[in-house]
């Protein structure tokens, strides 16, 4: 054992107010009923007599919050093995699982002078113990050492068909301090990653993990660079990666998990749906699974906000639903001129390419995209240039070169493109010259819906009508596939199968959609919690910026949807890589990826969100820190 050692940090994502102290014989009967939470954990006599630990108190650990027992983990040091910490068992209350608790005690056991001596970690699992293996590869990464599984005790040989087999988890040896390396003395999990590798050199290669990848999957991938470890699970707000690790998720499926990941109350309907053997694939059959969505849809989201619309289904993406609305609209008005907006951002299949603004998009389509003028967003010229007006003068000049337009399309918070987002009285004027000039107004809602602004859809606050308004992303619930098109009434001129697609009728989506606006959008309450949460990640991030030159770091956006713009890609590219390592996903906007966008879940908890924003905010106190001390 190497001297001078440190104690190991907590995990990050531990909830306030959980203390970790030894055991005392008082907390008997707490810890019992704890136990009786955990029915995965054997209750005999003899069993509790040692989760009790009358003779194991030093290396066994209590979790208390609020002056109630929330974990409990059981150990001891074998006197033939004194070196290695063997975790008999562990009991973490459901109320705060998933929460870095069961981290938290074989961290604090090991802080135990008694553990001083400790290299080694055991455990046994069964392979079904999902929870558990995930646990302990996440206390060895948060460690930097090894682990190891193997056979211990086999059904049939040990236990005679009557358990499932038992394998040995080995972590270690953990390395406490170094000085051979030069470093301080002190726990890996404090030093970069290549010190930490120079360190233990057996830590698992990234690159032979994502073999596979590599090898198979097309060069067309993109978040993946970005968030290079290979993830298992998803529960909530977070990412669990195949080691154990846990991540804060701010991308969510860029907004196509609003409610999370796996919502207890959609899983558990679209697993009744599958169990009874409910229709997965209907193209436009009526279907049961469709009826109830619409239905939903209608007397929750629809007749409340007095919105005449039919829905159409198109294919089950963002860019399906806008070619869709693109080709209505011209349909209708007999024009084929699109108005779109400078870094709109409306899908990457040609038509819908067409209206996007990104340069490198649209270079890939590999041929002209017609059809579409672009003009300046709300603010583009600055607050000094309303380009509404704009508009208004070239459409109404017959020598401006701008033809008559079908429709504009505009989005009321640029996703993509930003964090832009288009005044109030600016979207008016625009929904006023597009009907002044007999042009359709549609509304890209597919990343700003669904109430990631708020309100269910973005444009409410503004008071508007949209002739037609396309949805994706969350609108299912559940990530799982799905677009709608919202047509006026009047409007809809489609012939029957004029438009169509083969995945126009995911049943499964159905499903989650209905769960989602039940369950979520039936009374005013989820909105009214989504907009406080949008003030707390609004007021968190101004007291981020302000603590720069306000000519270098911003806040934009709205609601759910607001990040910090650095005003430079390759800072904020380094603002999202140190906050991946530190356990957070977080993406990248704007024309130069300048825009550090947060997008986390709208049911995230309060503290999960300033925990979040912890995060976010060192990684950019390292990230311009560090510029700041180049510069100088």
């Given amino acids: 054992m190497v001297g001078n050692s440190q104690s190991f940090s907590l995990p990050r994502n531990v909830k306030p107010g959980v203390t970790f102290r030894t055991p005392t014989d008082n907390l008997a009967a707490d810890v019992w009923d704890l136990i009786a939470l955990c029915p995965q954990l054997d209750r005999?006599?003899?069993?509790?007599?040692?989760?009790?630990?009358?003779?194991?108190?030093?290396?066994?650990?209590?979790?208390?919050r609020a002056?109630?027992?929330?974990?409990?983990?059981?150990?001891y040091r074998r006197p033939s093995e004194p070196s290695t910490l063997f975790i008999w068992q562990i009991a973490v209350h459901p109320k705060v699982r998933n929460t870095g608790v069961g981290k938290g005690l074989i961290i604090s056991a090991l802080n135990r002078p008694s553990c001083e001596s400790v290299t080694h970690i055991k455990a046994t699992v069964t392979l079904s113990n999902r929870a558990s293996k995930l646990l302990f590869a996440g206390v060895a990464r948060d460690l930097c050492a090894p682990i190891r599984e193997a056979l211990c005790f086999d059904r049939d040989i040990h236990f005679k068909g009557q358990h499932e087999s038992e394998h040995t988890i080995a972590i270690g040896p953990v390395v406490r301090?170094?000085?051979?390396?030069?470093?301080?003395?002190?726990?890996?999990?404090q030093y970069s990653n290549e010190e930490a590798t120079m360190i233990v050199q057996n830590v698992p290669d990234r690159e032979e993990e994502l073999a596979t990848f590599s090898h198979?999957?097309?060069?067309?991938?993109?978040?993946?660079?970005?968030?290079p470890v290979v993830f298992a699970m998803a529960r909530g707000a977070q990412?669990?990666?195949?080691?154990?690790?846990?991540?804060?998720?701010?991308?969510?499926?860029?907004?196509?998990?609003?409610?999370?990941?796996?919502?207890?109350e959609l899983k558990s309907a679209l697993a009744d749906y599958i169990a009874c053997d409910g229709i997965t694939h209907g193209l436009d059959l009526y279907n049961e699974a469709k009826e109830s969505f619409l239905r939903e849809f209608h007397e929750t989201i629809l007749r409340p906000r007095q919105l005449d619309y039919v829905i159409q289904f198109p294919g089950p993406t963002g860019t399906n639903a806008v070619e869709a609305a693109l080709k209505l609209a011209r349909k209708i008005t007999g024009r084929f001129n699109i108005i779109a907006f400078t870094n709109g951002f409306h899908g990457v299949s040609l038509g819908a390419l067409s209206c996007t603004g990104n340069r490198y998009h649209r270079a890939a389509a590999g041929q002209l995209l017609g059809g579409v003028t672009r003009l300046p967003y709300d603010g583009y010229y600055g607050s000094a240039v309303d380009t509404a007006d704009c508009l208004d003068r070239l459409v109404a000049d017959p020598s401006s070169g701008v033809d008559a337009p079908a429709a504009v399309i505009v989005e009321t918070v640029q996703g993509e493109g930003g964090l832009n987002v288009a005044g109030t009285a600016w979207l008016r004027k625009v929904a006023a010259i597009a009907r002044k000039h007999g042009a359709l107004l549609i509304v890209d809602d597919i990343q700003a819906g669904v109430g990631r602004t708020d309100a269910f859809f973005s444009f409410e606050a503004a008071g508007l009508r949209p002739d037609i308004v396309t949805m994706a992303k969350s609108i299912s619930g559940y990530g799982?596939?799905?677009?709608?098109?919202?047509?006026?009434?009047?409007?809809?001129?489609?012939?029957?199968?004029?438009?169509?697609?083969?995945f126009r009728g995911n049943c499964h989506a159905f499903v989650t959609a209905h769960a989602a606006l039940e369950h979520f959008w039936r009374t005013g309450s989820f909105a009214a919690s989504v907009a406080k949460k949008g003030n707390l990640l609004k007021n968190r991030l101004d007291q981020i910026a302000q603590k720069y030159d306000p000519s270098r770091v911003s806040v934009k956006g709205r609601g759910m949807m607001q990040g910090i713009d650095l005003k430079s890609g390759e800072l904020a590219d380094q603002v999202t890589s140190t906050a991946f390592q530190k356990g957070l996903i977080v993406e990248t906007a704007g024309p130069k990826d300048e825009v550090v966008k947060?997008?986390?879940?709208?049911?995230?908890?309060?503290?999960?969100?300033?925990q979040g924003l912890d995060i976010l905010e060192?990684?950019?106190?390292?990230?311009?820190?560090?510029?700041?001390?180049?510069?100088?």
């Fill in 177 to 189: 301090s170094i000085s051979a390396a030069g470093i301080p003395a002190g726990p890996l999990s």
């Fill in 618 to 632: 060192e990684a950019i106190d390292i990230v311009i820190g560090n510029t700041a001390n180049t510069a100088a």
């Fill in 44 to 64: 005999n006599s003899l069993y509790c007599e040692l989760l009790l630990c009358t003779d194991f108190a030093d290396t066994c650990v209590v979790a208390e």
């Fill in 598 to 610: 947060c997008l986390p879940p709208l049911v995230i908890g309060e503290d999960q969100l300033s």
């Fill in 480 to 502: 799982l596939p799905m677009a709608i098109v919202l047509i006026d009434r009047k409007l809809d001129k489609w012939e029957p199968g004029e438009h169509n697609g083969t």
């Fill in 239 to 264: 990412l669990f990666a195949r080691d154990g690790t846990a991540y804060l998720d701010f991308l969510m499926g860029c907004s196509s998990l609003n409610y999370g990941h796996n919502p207890p």
């Fill in 67 to 75: 002056g109630e027992v929330v974990g409990w983990l059981a150990a």
């Fill in 216 to 227: 198979v999957e097309s060069e067309v991938r993109s978040y993946a660079r970005s968030f």
